[in-house]
């Protein structure tokens, strides 16, 4: 008989790159969704003006528990 076990682990995603338009001048701006979590301001590339970045509604922190909880399930 062979024992097959596989771990599944939550997906770091505070370290994955996404790209923002800037509101003021729409050229994409680089950032982390770890950053996006927090709530940082990161400077425009182009025009230089302050984003506030905002996770509306913990939507990361919402789908680390759901995939969690899809984990306990299977």
Known sequence: MFKLTISVTVPELDRRWIEIPCPLCE?????????????????????????????QMAALHSFRRRFTRLQKNM
């Open 27 to 55: 050229l994409k701006t680089p950032v982390t969704l770890g950053s996006i979590r927090l709530g940082d301001v990161v400077v425009c590339r182009g025009c230089h003006s302050n984003i506030r970045l905002q996770d």
